[in-house]
């Protein structure tokens, strides 16, 4: 089932999101929405808190050399921690949440995270380069970050006056 994304300035963005303790059909279903949701928005990740659930999960899936999504390549990634990091890379990131504003962000390289699967599981994963910048950007969101938030402060101006466009071309 599609979900509805919620939009940059909605308050329900700036949320702390809860740990996941019940890794049961309810969590599942989520997980499968929210896969089903990214893909058809043309997103490569969603956390749970950009479609007012406030649990620590979130769906990354980048697209392979020829452009296309697989499925089998979906990382379900609950309660996650950065255990390392290293290095540093400027990203141009986008959100689904802030639709439209791209902008360069700087982030580590290569991290190193601990998580649990859909089941409850843990899984430990290195990450590096793209990989490692959607997995940053999409653990932000649990903890009430939006990408523009981590701009420097002319950056965030020129975001705030873009954003203010485009709200008065809508009306």
């Known amino acids: 089932m599609l979900l509805e ?3 940059y300035p909605n308050p329900t963005l700036k949320k702390r999101s809860k740990e996941v303790i ?4 309810e969590l599942h279903t989520l997980l499968d929405d929210m896969y089903e949701t990214m893909i058809a928005k043309d997103g490569v990740g969603l956390a749970a808190i950009q479609v007012g659930r406030d649990l620590r999960a979130l769906i990354i899936n980048l697209p392979r050399e020829d452009k296309t999504q697989y499925k089998e390549d979906l990382l379900e990634i609950v309660n996650p921690k950065i255990m390392h990091k290293e290095g540093e890379i400027f990203f141009s990131e986008g959100c689904l949440s802030v639709p439209n504003f791209y902008e360069d962000v700087l982030r580590f ?5 601990e998580y649990q699967d859909r089941f409850g599981q843990m899984c430990r994963l290195q990450a590096e380069g793209y990989l490692a910048v959607a997995i940053q950007h999409e653990m ?10 981590r701009l420097s ?17 809508k009306r």
Do not use: P, T
């Open 22 to 25: 019940r890794f049961d059909h």
């Open 109 to 113: 390289d290569v991290i190193d995270i």
């Open 5 to 7: 994304v919620l939009h």
């Open 153 to 169: 402060i002319i950056k965030r101006k020129k975001f705030e006056k873009e954003f203010k466009r485009l709200q008065k071309n």
């Open 140 to 149: 932000d969101h649990l903890d009430g970050v939006l990408f523009v938030d």
